[in-house]
Protein backbone atom coordinates (compact mmCIF):
# COMPACT_ATOMS: atom_id res chain seq x y z
CA UNK A 1 0.00 0.00 0.00
CA UNK A 2 3.04 2.72 0.66
CA UNK A 3 3.51 5.63 -1.03
CA UNK A 4 6.00 5.45 -3.90
CA UNK A 5 8.03 8.60 -4.61
CA UNK A 6 10.71 8.58 -7.43
CA UNK A 7 13.87 10.33 -6.45
CA UNK A 8 15.92 11.86 -8.95
CA UNK A 9 19.82 12.21 -8.88
CA UNK A 10 22.64 13.88 -11.10
CA UNK A 11 25.73 11.61 -11.04
CA UNK A 12 24.36 9.64 -8.50
CA UNK A 13 24.17 12.42 -5.79
CA UNK A 14 20.29 12.65 -4.88
CA UNK A 15 18.60 15.93 -6.01
CA UNK A 16 17.75 18.38 -3.07
CA UNK A 17 14.42 18.69 -4.18
CA UNK A 18 13.96 14.92 -4.23
CA UNK A 19 14.13 15.26 -0.33
CA UNK A 20 11.37 17.38 -0.63
CA UNK A 21 9.31 14.88 -2.39
CA UNK A 22 10.15 12.10 0.05
CA UNK A 23 9.15 14.22 2.83
CA UNK A 24 6.12 15.07 1.11
CA UNK A 25 5.07 11.20 0.47
CA UNK A 26 5.68 10.90 3.69
CA UNK A 27 3.18 12.88 4.71
CA UNK A 28 0.83 11.58 2.63
CA UNK A 29 1.69 8.21 3.79
CA UNK A 30 1.73 9.06 7.52
CA UNK A 31 -2.08 10.19 6.72
CA UNK A 32 -3.17 6.66 5.33
CA UNK A 33 -1.49 4.73 7.78
CA UNK A 34 1.25 3.21 5.38
CA UNK A 35 4.86 3.94 4.64
CA UNK A 36 7.03 5.11 1.74
CA UNK A 37 8.87 3.79 -0.87
CA UNK A 38 11.30 5.68 -2.95
CA UNK A 39 12.51 4.59 -6.39
CA UNK A 40 15.61 5.56 -7.45
CA UNK A 41 17.17 5.00 -10.97
CA UNK A 42 20.56 3.94 -12.19
CA UNK A 43 24.03 4.49 -10.91
CA UNK A 44 23.35 5.91 -7.11
CA UNK A 45 25.49 4.90 -4.04
CA UNK A 46 23.87 3.38 -1.82
CA UNK A 47 24.80 5.53 1.27
CA UNK A 48 23.26 8.24 -0.74
CA UNK A 49 20.14 6.04 -0.56
CA UNK A 50 19.95 4.77 2.84
CA UNK A 51 19.72 9.04 3.93
CA UNK A 52 16.73 9.19 2.40
CA UNK A 53 15.58 7.27 5.40
CA UNK A 54 16.25 11.01 7.22
CA UNK A 55 13.60 12.37 5.05
CA UNK A 56 11.07 9.58 5.92
CA UNK A 57 11.78 6.98 3.15
CA UNK A 58 11.13 3.25 5.10
CA UNK A 59 12.69 1.70 1.85
CA UNK A 60 14.48 2.30 -1.32
CA UNK A 61 13.63 0.37 -4.31
CA UNK A 62 16.47 0.48 -6.37
CA UNK A 63 16.68 -0.29 -9.98
CA UNK A 64 20.77 -0.42 -10.77
CA UNK A 65 20.81 -0.24 -14.67
CA UNK A 66 23.10 2.30 -15.56
CA UNK A 67 21.19 3.22 -19.07
CA UNK A 68 18.96 4.69 -16.63
CA UNK A 69 21.45 7.38 -15.80
CA UNK A 70 19.81 8.92 -18.94
CA UNK A 71 16.33 10.21 -19.10
CA UNK A 72 14.68 7.52 -20.95
CA UNK A 73 10.21 8.19 -19.96
CA UNK A 74 9.31 4.62 -21.20
CA UNK A 75 11.80 2.71 -19.09
CA UNK A 76 11.25 5.07 -15.94
CA UNK A 77 7.71 4.81 -16.55
CA UNK A 78 8.14 1.14 -16.79
CA UNK A 79 10.26 0.92 -13.29
CA UNK A 80 8.13 3.26 -11.42
CA UNK A 81 4.86 0.88 -12.78
CA UNK A 82 6.68 -1.66 -11.64
CA UNK A 83 7.80 -0.40 -8.29
CA UNK A 84 4.28 0.49 -7.79
CA UNK A 85 2.79 -2.84 -8.20
CA UNK A 86 5.15 -4.32 -6.15
CA UNK A 87 4.09 -2.23 -2.96
CA UNK A 88 0.76 -2.68 -4.16
CA UNK A 89 0.77 1.53 -4.20
CA UNK A 90 -2.35 3.66 -4.90
CA UNK A 91 -0.31 7.11 -4.50
CA UNK A 92 2.68 8.02 -6.79
CA UNK A 93 4.54 11.30 -6.12
CA UNK A 94 7.27 12.86 -8.58
CA UNK A 95 8.48 16.38 -8.83
CA UNK A 96 7.28 18.61 -11.48
CA UNK A 97 10.06 19.32 -13.18
CA UNK A 98 11.91 18.02 -16.63
CA UNK A 99 12.10 14.29 -16.05
CA UNK A 100 9.06 13.92 -13.74
CA UNK A 101 7.14 16.14 -16.37
CA UNK A 102 8.42 13.11 -18.89
CA UNK A 103 7.80 10.65 -16.65
CA UNK A 104 4.39 10.84 -14.56
CA UNK A 105 2.32 11.32 -17.16
CA UNK A 106 3.10 7.95 -19.11
CA UNK A 107 2.32 6.35 -15.84
CA UNK A 108 -1.00 8.03 -15.21
CA UNK A 109 -2.43 7.19 -18.61
CA UNK A 110 -0.97 3.67 -18.13
CA UNK A 111 -2.49 3.15 -14.44
CA UNK A 112 -5.71 5.42 -15.67
CA UNK A 113 -4.85 7.33 -12.79
CA UNK A 114 -5.64 11.24 -12.42
CA UNK A 115 -2.89 12.98 -12.40
CA UNK A 116 -2.36 16.90 -10.76
CA UNK A 117 0.82 18.71 -12.35
CA UNK A 118 2.88 21.72 -9.96
CA UNK A 119 1.14 19.89 -7.11
CA UNK A 120 1.39 23.37 -4.28
CA UNK A 121 -0.68 21.74 -1.78
CA UNK A 122 -1.09 17.91 0.37
CA UNK A 123 -4.17 16.24 -0.68
CA UNK A 124 -7.23 16.94 1.34
CA UNK A 125 -9.14 14.26 1.76
CA UNK A 126 -12.27 15.54 3.52
CA UNK A 127 -14.15 15.92 -0.09
CA UNK A 128 -12.42 13.34 -1.83
CA UNK A 129 -8.71 14.03 -2.57
CA UNK A 130 -7.95 17.34 -3.44
CA UNK A 131 -4.77 19.39 -4.35
CA UNK A 132 -4.12 22.90 -5.14
CA UNK A 133 -1.90 23.83 -8.31
CA UNK A 134 -1.49 27.24 -9.93
CA UNK A 135 -3.19 28.34 -13.13
CA UNK A 136 -2.50 30.69 -15.91
CA UNK A 137 0.59 31.15 -15.00
CA UNK A 138 0.19 32.10 -10.92
CA UNK A 139 -2.77 34.45 -11.07
CA UNK A 140 -4.96 32.29 -9.95
CA UNK A 141 -5.04 28.53 -8.21
CA UNK A 142 -7.25 25.60 -8.53
CA UNK A 143 -8.42 22.71 -6.76
CA UNK A 144 -8.08 19.24 -8.29
CA UNK A 145 -9.98 16.27 -6.91
CA UNK A 146 -8.57 12.89 -8.32
CA UNK A 147 -11.28 10.36 -8.80
CA UNK A 148 -9.61 7.40 -9.92
CA UNK A 149 -8.30 4.57 -7.52
CA UNK A 150 -4.77 5.35 -8.45
CA UNK A 151 -3.60 8.84 -7.69
CA UNK A 152 -0.19 10.66 -9.32
CA UNK A 153 0.90 13.91 -8.16
CA UNK A 154 3.68 15.98 -9.38
CA UNK A 155 4.86 18.23 -6.80
CA UNK A 156 6.25 21.59 -7.29
CA UNK A 157 10.01 21.70 -6.45
CA UNK A 158 10.87 24.51 -3.25
CA UNK A 159 7.25 24.12 -2.08
CA UNK A 160 7.81 22.40 1.02
CA UNK A 161 11.52 22.57 2.15
CA UNK A 162 12.85 19.22 3.92
CA UNK A 163 13.88 19.10 7.46
CA UNK A 164 16.39 16.07 7.78
CA UNK A 165 16.01 14.05 10.67
CA UNK A 166 17.29 10.45 12.30
CA UNK A 167 17.09 7.43 9.49
CA UNK A 168 18.20 4.80 7.77
CA UNK A 169 16.37 3.19 4.81
CA UNK A 170 16.77 -0.35 3.51
CA UNK A 171 17.49 -0.53 0.47
CA UNK A 172 16.17 -3.23 -1.99
CA UNK A 173 17.38 -4.20 -5.89
CA UNK A 174 14.71 -4.27 -8.03
CA UNK A 175 14.83 -5.78 -11.56
CA UNK A 176 13.05 -4.40 -14.27
CA UNK A 177 13.11 -6.00 -17.53
CA UNK A 178 13.28 -3.60 -20.30
CA UNK A 179 12.96 -3.84 -23.69
CA UNK A 180 15.15 -2.38 -26.84
CA UNK A 181 12.18 -0.20 -27.29
CA UNK A 182 12.37 1.54 -24.02
CA UNK A 183 15.28 2.90 -25.03
CA UNK A 184 14.61 4.66 -28.65
CA UNK A 185 16.00 8.11 -27.42
CA UNK A 186 20.04 8.27 -28.33
CA UNK A 187 21.74 10.54 -26.41
CA UNK A 188 24.47 11.82 -28.66
CA UNK A 189 25.47 14.49 -26.32
CA UNK A 190 25.62 16.41 -23.07
CA UNK A 191 26.12 19.78 -23.01
CA UNK A 192 26.21 20.98 -18.88
CA UNK A 193 26.68 24.67 -18.22
CA UNK A 194 29.34 24.14 -15.29
CA UNK A 195 29.97 26.25 -12.33
CA UNK A 196 26.72 27.96 -12.38
CA UNK A 197 23.55 27.19 -10.41
CA UNK A 198 21.23 25.82 -12.79
CA UNK A 199 18.55 28.37 -13.19
CA UNK A 200 15.32 26.20 -12.91
CA UNK A 201 16.68 24.73 -8.59
CA UNK A 202 18.28 28.32 -7.42
CA UNK A 203 16.69 29.04 -4.44
CA UNK A 204 18.49 32.62 -5.03
CA UNK A 205 18.29 34.52 -8.35
CA UNK A 206 19.73 37.63 -9.37
CA UNK A 207 17.88 38.65 -12.70
CA UNK A 208 18.47 41.62 -14.98
CA UNK A 209 16.79 43.49 -17.33
CA UNK A 210 17.11 46.91 -20.05
CA UNK A 211 17.37 49.19 -17.22
CA UNK A 212 21.13 47.52 -16.92
CA UNK A 213 21.70 49.42 -20.35
CA UNK A 214 24.13 46.96 -21.98
CA UNK A 215 26.13 44.18 -21.18
CA UNK A 216 29.07 45.56 -20.08
CA UNK A 217 26.99 46.45 -16.95
CA UNK A 218 26.25 42.67 -16.23
CA UNK A 219 29.71 42.13 -14.04
CA UNK A 220 28.33 44.02 -10.91
CA UNK A 221 24.81 41.93 -11.49
CA UNK A 222 27.42 38.79 -11.63
CA UNK A 223 28.97 39.94 -8.18
CA UNK A 224 25.92 40.45 -6.54
CA UNK A 225 24.59 36.66 -8.09
CA UNK A 226 27.91 35.13 -6.81
CA UNK A 227 28.70 37.06 -3.31
CA UNK A 228 24.54 35.48 -2.59
CA UNK A 229 24.92 31.54 -4.52
CA UNK A 230 22.41 32.62 -6.44
CA UNK A 231 22.02 32.01 -10.18
CA UNK A 232 21.62 34.78 -13.05
CA UNK A 233 18.61 35.35 -15.18
CA UNK A 234 17.31 38.07 -17.44
CA UNK A 235 14.11 39.73 -19.28
CA UNK A 236 13.24 39.05 -23.27
CA UNK A 237 14.97 42.21 -24.94
CA UNK A 238 18.03 41.31 -22.77
CA UNK A 239 18.50 37.83 -24.39
CA UNK A 240 16.94 39.13 -27.44
CA UNK A 241 20.07 41.71 -27.74
CA UNK A 242 22.60 39.10 -27.12
CA UNK A 243 23.56 40.91 -23.83
CA UNK A 244 23.05 37.60 -21.84
CA UNK A 245 22.19 33.80 -23.49
CA UNK A 246 19.07 32.99 -23.85
CA UNK A 247 18.80 29.76 -21.19
CA UNK A 248 18.97 32.77 -18.47
CA UNK A 249 15.57 34.25 -19.93
CA UNK A 250 12.28 34.05 -17.72
CA UNK A 251 9.41 34.97 -18.42
CA UNK A 252 6.27 33.67 -20.88
CA UNK A 253 8.56 32.66 -23.37
CA UNK A 254 11.40 31.59 -21.61
CA UNK A 255 11.92 29.76 -18.39
CA UNK A 256 10.23 29.79 -15.16
CA UNK A 257 11.71 30.21 -11.79
CA UNK A 258 10.08 29.73 -7.85
CA UNK A 259 13.53 30.23 -6.24
CA UNK A 260 12.74 31.99 -2.63
CA UNK A 261 14.66 35.05 -3.80
CA UNK A 262 14.12 37.06 -6.94
CA UNK A 263 15.95 40.12 -7.59
CA UNK A 264 14.54 42.10 -10.03
CA UNK A 265 17.34 44.96 -11.50
CA UNK A 266 16.22 46.98 -14.08
CA UNK A 267 12.95 44.84 -15.57
CA UNK A 268 9.50 47.03 -15.40
CA UNK A 269 7.45 44.30 -14.73
CA UNK A 270 5.79 43.53 -17.73
CA UNK A 271 3.30 40.99 -17.13
CA UNK A 272 4.72 38.36 -19.19
CA UNK A 273 7.89 38.38 -17.55
CA UNK A 274 5.86 38.25 -14.26
CA UNK A 275 4.21 35.16 -15.82
CA UNK A 276 7.86 33.23 -15.60
CA UNK A 277 8.67 34.59 -11.80
CA UNK A 278 5.36 35.22 -9.66
CA UNK A 279 5.94 31.92 -7.56
CA UNK A 280 9.31 33.61 -6.40
CA UNK A 281 8.36 33.26 -2.18
CA UNK A 282 10.18 36.92 -1.90
CA UNK A 283 10.59 39.23 -4.63
CA UNK A 284 13.24 42.66 -4.86
CA UNK A 285 12.92 44.89 -7.14
CA UNK A 286 15.79 47.90 -8.13
CA UNK A 287 14.39 50.02 -10.56
CA UNK A 288 14.46 53.84 -10.75
CA UNK A 289 10.86 54.65 -11.69
CA UNK A 290 9.00 54.37 -8.83
CA UNK A 291 5.68 53.66 -11.20
CA UNK A 292 7.11 50.43 -12.53
CA UNK A 293 4.39 47.59 -12.52
CA UNK A 294 7.20 45.12 -10.92
CA UNK A 295 6.73 47.16 -7.60
CA UNK A 296 3.09 45.59 -7.43
CA UNK A 297 4.72 42.43 -7.35
CA UNK A 298 7.33 43.24 -5.11
CA UNK A 299 7.75 42.79 -1.56
CA UNK A 300 11.03 44.97 -0.77
CA UNK A 301 11.65 47.76 -3.28
CA UNK A 302 14.58 50.02 -3.53
CA UNK A 303 14.06 52.81 -5.74
CA UNK A 304 16.94 54.15 -7.96
CA UNK A 305 20.06 53.60 -10.21
CA UNK A 306 20.53 50.07 -10.51
CA UNK A 307 24.26 50.94 -11.47
CA UNK A 308 24.67 52.72 -7.74
CA UNK A 309 23.01 50.30 -5.54
CA UNK A 310 24.01 46.62 -7.07
CA UNK A 311 27.50 47.46 -5.86
CA UNK A 312 26.13 48.97 -2.01
CA UNK A 313 23.91 45.37 -2.07
CA UNK A 314 27.11 43.47 -2.79
CA UNK A 315 29.08 44.79 -0.20
CA UNK A 316 26.00 45.23 2.23
CA UNK A 317 25.73 41.28 1.79
CA UNK A 318 29.19 40.54 2.06
CA UNK A 319 30.00 42.35 5.51
CA UNK A 320 26.74 40.29 6.63
CA UNK A 321 27.92 37.28 5.61
CA UNK A 322 31.34 37.96 7.51
CA UNK A 323 29.27 38.46 10.55
CA UNK A 324 26.99 35.23 10.03
CA UNK A 325 29.71 32.61 9.55
CA UNK B 1 5.97 12.99 -43.63
CA UNK B 2 2.95 14.26 -41.66
CA UNK B 3 2.84 16.16 -39.10
CA UNK B 4 0.18 16.51 -36.49
CA UNK B 5 0.79 19.59 -34.23
CA UNK B 6 -1.38 20.31 -30.95
CA UNK B 7 -3.24 23.83 -30.72
CA UNK B 8 -4.85 24.92 -27.36
CA UNK B 9 -7.09 27.74 -26.98
CA UNK B 10 -5.91 30.05 -23.97
CA UNK B 11 -6.38 33.68 -22.49
CA UNK B 12 -4.19 36.08 -23.90
CA UNK B 13 -1.44 36.56 -21.28
CA UNK B 14 -2.66 40.07 -19.93
CA UNK B 15 -6.29 38.69 -19.32
CA UNK B 16 -7.26 39.45 -15.78
CA UNK B 17 -9.03 36.23 -14.17
CA UNK B 18 -12.06 36.70 -12.60
CA UNK B 19 -14.07 33.70 -11.11
CA UNK B 20 -17.92 33.19 -11.32
CA UNK B 21 -20.25 30.98 -9.94
CA UNK B 22 -19.28 30.83 -6.26
CA UNK B 23 -15.28 30.52 -7.55
CA UNK B 24 -16.16 27.09 -9.93
CA UNK B 25 -15.33 28.60 -12.87
CA UNK B 26 -13.68 31.29 -15.01
CA UNK B 27 -15.36 34.13 -16.33
CA UNK B 28 -14.92 34.19 -20.34
CA UNK B 29 -16.51 37.79 -20.96
CA UNK B 30 -14.12 39.94 -22.36
CA UNK B 31 -11.51 37.41 -22.46
CA UNK B 32 -9.19 37.50 -25.62
CA UNK B 33 -8.41 34.10 -26.63
CA UNK B 34 -5.48 33.61 -28.31
CA UNK B 35 -3.28 30.38 -29.67
CA UNK B 36 -1.27 28.95 -26.77
CA UNK B 37 1.78 30.77 -27.36
CA UNK B 38 4.39 27.61 -26.89
CA UNK B 39 1.91 26.03 -29.55
CA UNK B 40 1.99 29.08 -32.02
CA UNK B 41 5.37 30.45 -31.92
CA UNK B 42 7.51 26.57 -31.31
CA UNK B 43 5.33 23.60 -32.44
CA UNK B 44 3.03 24.96 -35.38
CA UNK B 45 6.06 27.31 -36.37
CA UNK B 46 8.59 24.41 -37.05
CA UNK B 47 6.48 22.63 -38.34
CA UNK B 48 5.89 25.28 -40.92
CA UNK B 49 9.42 25.44 -41.38
CA UNK B 50 9.89 21.80 -42.01
CA UNK B 51 7.08 21.56 -44.85
CA UNK B 52 9.05 25.11 -46.70
CA UNK B 53 12.04 23.01 -46.45
CA UNK B 54 10.50 19.83 -48.43
CA UNK B 55 10.72 17.70 -45.48
CA UNK B 56 6.93 17.47 -44.22
CA UNK B 57 4.39 16.92 -46.58
CA UNK B 58 1.37 17.36 -44.53
CA UNK B 59 0.52 19.56 -41.44
CA UNK B 60 -2.61 18.97 -39.97
CA UNK B 61 -3.90 20.68 -36.75
CA UNK B 62 -5.71 19.73 -34.26
CA UNK B 63 -7.39 21.05 -30.78
CA UNK B 64 -10.04 19.96 -28.35
CA UNK B 65 -13.16 22.59 -27.59
CA UNK B 66 -16.67 23.33 -28.75
CA UNK B 67 -17.76 25.67 -31.32
CA UNK B 68 -15.96 28.62 -29.52
CA UNK B 69 -12.52 27.63 -30.40
CA UNK B 70 -13.00 27.61 -34.35
CA UNK B 71 -11.47 31.06 -34.80
CA UNK B 72 -8.42 30.04 -32.50
CA UNK B 73 -7.46 27.11 -34.70
CA UNK B 74 -8.15 29.04 -37.82
CA UNK B 75 -6.01 31.50 -37.27
CA UNK B 76 -3.58 28.45 -36.55
CA UNK B 77 -4.71 27.20 -40.40
CA UNK B 78 -3.70 30.91 -41.37
CA UNK B 79 -0.15 30.44 -39.81
CA UNK B 80 -0.10 27.10 -42.35
CA UNK B 81 -1.76 23.80 -41.99
CA UNK B 82 -3.04 21.43 -44.82
CA UNK B 83 -6.37 20.67 -42.29
CA UNK B 84 -7.08 21.19 -39.18
CA UNK B 85 -9.40 19.23 -36.87
CA UNK B 86 -11.78 20.38 -33.76
CA UNK B 87 -12.55 17.20 -31.35
CA UNK B 88 -16.07 18.44 -30.12
CA UNK B 89 -15.48 17.96 -26.43
CA UNK B 90 -14.80 20.13 -23.52
CA UNK B 91 -12.20 18.99 -21.84
CA UNK B 92 -9.43 20.85 -18.58
CA UNK B 93 -8.28 17.67 -18.05
CA UNK B 94 -4.64 16.86 -19.88
CA UNK B 95 -5.86 13.06 -19.88
CA UNK B 96 -9.09 13.70 -21.51
CA UNK B 97 -7.41 15.59 -24.13
CA UNK B 98 -4.57 13.30 -24.65
CA UNK B 99 -7.44 10.64 -24.94
CA UNK B 100 -9.10 12.30 -27.50
CA UNK B 101 -6.43 13.67 -29.62
CA UNK B 102 -4.35 10.12 -29.75
CA UNK B 103 -7.96 8.43 -30.60
CA UNK B 104 -7.76 10.69 -33.68
CA UNK B 105 -4.02 10.61 -34.30
CA UNK B 106 -4.20 6.76 -34.28
CA UNK B 107 -6.55 6.36 -37.06
CA UNK B 108 -4.41 8.97 -39.18
CA UNK B 109 -0.83 7.65 -38.75
CA UNK B 110 1.93 10.76 -38.21
CA UNK B 111 5.12 10.93 -38.37
CA UNK B 112 6.02 13.47 -36.09
CA UNK B 113 3.50 14.89 -33.33
CA UNK B 114 4.02 18.09 -32.04
CA UNK B 115 2.73 20.14 -29.03
CA UNK B 116 4.01 23.05 -26.79
CA UNK B 117 6.22 23.13 -23.54
CA UNK B 118 2.30 23.17 -21.92
CA UNK B 119 0.16 25.72 -22.11
CA UNK B 120 -0.34 28.52 -20.18
CA UNK B 121 -4.26 28.49 -18.58
CA UNK B 122 -3.38 24.94 -16.54
CA UNK B 123 0.33 24.81 -16.97
CA UNK B 124 0.61 21.25 -16.45
CA UNK B 125 3.05 20.49 -19.55
CA UNK B 126 1.94 16.36 -19.59
CA UNK B 127 -0.18 16.22 -22.91
CA UNK B 128 2.75 15.31 -24.66
CA UNK B 129 3.92 12.67 -22.72
CA UNK B 130 0.51 10.72 -22.49
CA UNK B 131 -0.41 11.43 -26.07
CA UNK B 132 3.25 9.58 -26.29
CA UNK B 133 2.37 6.79 -24.17
CA UNK B 134 -1.49 6.47 -25.63
CA UNK B 135 0.56 5.98 -28.74
CA UNK B 136 3.26 3.65 -27.91
CA UNK B 137 5.56 6.52 -29.21
CA UNK B 138 9.11 7.83 -27.69
CA UNK B 139 8.70 11.26 -26.16
CA UNK B 140 11.31 14.24 -25.98
CA UNK B 141 10.16 17.19 -23.82
CA UNK B 142 11.33 21.15 -23.48
CA UNK B 143 13.03 20.59 -26.78
CA UNK B 144 14.74 23.86 -27.86
CA UNK B 145 16.09 22.33 -31.21
CA UNK B 146 14.37 19.72 -34.07
CA UNK B 147 16.17 18.50 -36.95
CA UNK B 148 14.40 15.88 -39.41
CA UNK B 149 17.70 13.28 -41.51
CA UNK B 150 16.00 10.71 -42.98
CA UNK B 151 13.80 8.30 -40.76
CA UNK B 152 15.44 10.37 -37.65
CA UNK B 153 14.98 12.99 -35.68
CA UNK B 154 17.76 15.14 -34.20
CA UNK B 155 16.45 17.34 -31.03
CA UNK B 156 18.03 19.26 -28.80
CA UNK B 157 16.93 19.60 -25.41
CA UNK B 158 16.75 21.19 -22.05
CA UNK B 159 18.28 19.15 -19.25
CA UNK B 160 18.84 20.77 -15.80
CA UNK B 161 21.98 22.72 -15.92
CA UNK B 162 22.65 22.46 -19.76
CA UNK B 163 21.27 20.86 -23.08
CA UNK B 164 21.63 17.59 -24.60
CA UNK B 165 21.10 16.40 -28.07
CA UNK B 166 19.12 12.88 -29.34
CA UNK B 167 18.54 11.38 -31.78
CA UNK B 168 15.60 9.41 -32.19
CA UNK B 169 13.77 7.03 -35.22
CA UNK B 170 10.45 8.72 -36.41
CA UNK B 171 7.41 8.80 -35.15
CA UNK B 172 7.61 10.27 -32.30
CA UNK B 173 6.51 13.31 -29.73
CA UNK B 174 7.73 16.42 -29.04
CA UNK B 175 7.15 18.77 -26.58
CA UNK B 176 8.46 22.31 -28.08
CA UNK B 177 10.01 25.79 -26.41
CA UNK B 178 11.84 28.83 -27.38
CA UNK B 179 14.62 28.10 -29.88
CA UNK B 180 12.63 25.88 -31.80
CA UNK B 181 11.26 28.15 -34.64
CA UNK B 182 11.39 31.60 -35.32
CA UNK B 183 8.29 33.77 -34.97
CA UNK B 184 6.83 34.93 -38.02
CA UNK B 185 3.15 36.83 -38.10
CA UNK B 186 0.56 35.36 -40.59
CA UNK B 187 0.11 37.03 -44.14
CA UNK B 188 -2.94 38.13 -45.81
CA UNK B 189 -2.79 35.22 -48.37
CA UNK B 190 -2.27 32.81 -45.58
CA UNK B 191 -5.23 34.01 -43.75
CA UNK B 192 -7.65 34.12 -47.33
CA UNK B 193 -6.32 30.70 -47.81
CA UNK B 194 -7.26 29.19 -44.85
CA UNK B 195 -10.65 29.81 -45.16
CA UNK B 196 -10.91 27.45 -47.95
CA UNK B 197 -9.31 24.49 -46.24
CA UNK B 198 -10.95 22.07 -44.20
CA UNK B 199 -11.94 22.10 -40.60
CA UNK B 200 -12.65 18.48 -39.71
CA UNK B 201 -15.00 18.46 -36.22
CA UNK B 202 -14.89 15.02 -34.80
CA UNK B 203 -17.31 13.65 -31.72
CA UNK B 204 -15.13 11.82 -29.57
CA UNK B 205 -15.94 8.93 -27.56
CA UNK B 206 -16.58 9.37 -23.88
CA UNK B 207 -13.82 8.52 -21.53
CA UNK B 208 -14.42 8.43 -17.81
CA UNK B 209 -13.18 10.81 -16.04
CA UNK B 210 -10.16 10.87 -13.67
CA UNK B 211 -9.98 14.19 -12.33
CA UNK B 212 -12.25 16.95 -11.99
CA UNK B 213 -11.73 20.97 -10.98
CA UNK B 214 -13.99 21.91 -7.67
CA UNK B 215 -13.15 25.24 -7.60
CA UNK B 216 -10.92 28.12 -8.17
CA UNK B 217 -9.02 30.98 -5.67
CA UNK B 218 -7.35 34.14 -6.83
CA UNK B 219 -3.79 34.42 -5.25
CA UNK B 220 -4.31 37.27 -1.83
CA UNK B 221 -3.22 40.45 -2.51
CA UNK B 222 0.70 41.18 -1.62
CA UNK B 223 0.74 42.56 1.85
CA UNK B 224 2.02 45.99 0.71
CA UNK B 225 5.76 46.73 -0.44
CA UNK B 226 8.51 47.72 1.80
CA UNK B 227 10.38 50.59 0.43
CA UNK B 228 13.95 50.71 1.86
CA UNK B 229 16.26 53.59 1.21
CA UNK B 230 19.12 53.32 -1.65
CA UNK B 231 21.71 54.62 0.78
CA UNK B 232 20.79 51.63 3.50
CA UNK B 233 21.62 48.39 1.33
CA UNK B 234 22.65 46.81 4.94
CA UNK B 235 19.07 47.23 6.03
CA UNK B 236 17.80 45.62 2.75
CA UNK B 237 19.99 42.86 3.77
CA UNK B 238 18.94 42.36 7.47
CA UNK B 239 15.17 42.60 6.56
CA UNK B 240 16.13 39.63 3.77
CA UNK B 241 17.60 38.08 6.90
CA UNK B 242 15.41 38.06 10.05
CA UNK B 243 11.66 39.00 8.42
CA UNK B 244 11.61 37.19 4.56
CA UNK B 245 13.76 34.95 6.07
CA UNK B 246 15.81 33.64 2.53
CA UNK B 247 19.15 34.67 3.27
C1 LIG C 1 3.89 37.71 -26.48
C2 LIG C 1 4.98 38.28 -25.64
C3 LIG C 1 5.77 37.44 -24.86
C4 LIG C 1 6.77 37.97 -24.05
N1 LIG C 1 7.53 37.14 -23.26
C5 LIG C 1 8.42 37.68 -22.37
C6 LIG C 1 9.18 36.88 -21.47
O1 LIG C 1 9.10 35.66 -21.48
N2 LIG C 1 10.02 37.48 -20.61
C7 LIG C 1 10.18 38.83 -20.56
O2 LIG C 1 10.96 39.33 -19.73
N3 LIG C 1 9.49 39.61 -21.41
C8 LIG C 1 8.63 39.06 -22.31
N4 LIG C 1 7.95 39.88 -23.16
C9 LIG C 1 8.32 41.30 -23.20
C10 LIG C 1 7.69 42.08 -22.08
O3 LIG C 1 6.40 42.48 -22.44
C11 LIG C 1 8.54 43.30 -21.77
O4 LIG C 1 8.72 44.03 -22.95
C12 LIG C 1 9.90 42.98 -21.20
O5 LIG C 1 9.80 42.11 -20.09
C13 LIG C 1 10.61 44.25 -20.80
O6 LIG C 1 11.92 43.98 -20.40
P1 LIG C 1 12.68 44.98 -19.43
O7 LIG C 1 11.85 45.20 -18.24
O8 LIG C 1 14.03 44.42 -19.26
O9 LIG C 1 12.84 46.29 -20.32
P2 LIG C 1 12.04 47.73 -20.30
O10 LIG C 1 10.60 47.47 -20.49
O11 LIG C 1 12.78 48.53 -21.25
O12 LIG C 1 12.24 48.21 -18.84
C14 LIG C 1 13.46 48.60 -18.29
C15 LIG C 1 13.22 49.04 -16.87
O13 LIG C 1 14.46 49.41 -16.31
C16 LIG C 1 14.30 50.60 -15.57
N5 LIG C 1 15.60 51.30 -15.58
C17 LIG C 1 16.18 51.98 -16.60
N6 LIG C 1 17.38 52.42 -16.23
C18 LIG C 1 17.57 52.04 -14.97
C19 LIG C 1 18.62 52.21 -14.03
N7 LIG C 1 19.75 52.87 -14.34
N8 LIG C 1 18.48 51.70 -12.79
C20 LIG C 1 17.35 51.02 -12.46
N9 LIG C 1 16.33 50.83 -13.29
C21 LIG C 1 16.44 51.34 -14.54
C22 LIG C 1 13.20 51.35 -16.26
O14 LIG C 1 12.56 52.21 -15.34
C23 LIG C 1 12.29 50.21 -16.72
O15 LIG C 1 11.31 49.90 -15.73
C24 LIG C 1 6.98 39.35 -24.02
C25 LIG C 1 6.18 40.19 -24.80
C26 LIG C 1 5.19 39.67 -25.61
C27 LIG C 1 4.35 40.60 -26.42
Redesign the interface.
Given at each position: MSVIVLVEH?GGIIKKQSFEAVQYAAQIAGKMGTTVTAVALGSVAEAEMENLGQYGAQKVLHVADSRLDE?H??AY?GALIAAAQKENSKVIVTLH???G??????V???L???????ALSFPDTE??F?I?????????????????DVKVI?LMPNTFPAKKEEGKAIVEQLDVSFSEKDF??????????TG?V?L??A??VVSGGRGLKGPENWGILEDLAKE?GAATACSRPVADSHWRP??E?VG???GTVRP??YIAVGISGA??HL?GVNGS??I??INKDPEAPF???????????AL??LP??T???K??KEH?Q | MKILVCISQVPDTSTKIVLKNNNTSVNSDGVTYVINPYDEWYALIRAIELKESGIATEIHLITVGKADVEPVIRKALALGGDEAVRIDAESNDPYETAHYIAEYAAGVGYDLILCGKESIDYNNGTTGAMLAELLDLDYIGFATGISIEANTAVINREIEGGEETDACNLPLVISCQKGVAEARIPNMRGIMAARTRPLKIITPSGITAVAEILSYELPPAKAGIKLVSPDDMDELVQLLHTEAKVI
Open positions: TLSRADIKRAVAPRAVKKAGLVAGKGVKKAVFSGKAFAYINILSMGVKVKSVNKVEPADELLHHHQTGNLIQAKTVVFKAANYGVVGDEIRLAAVKFH | -
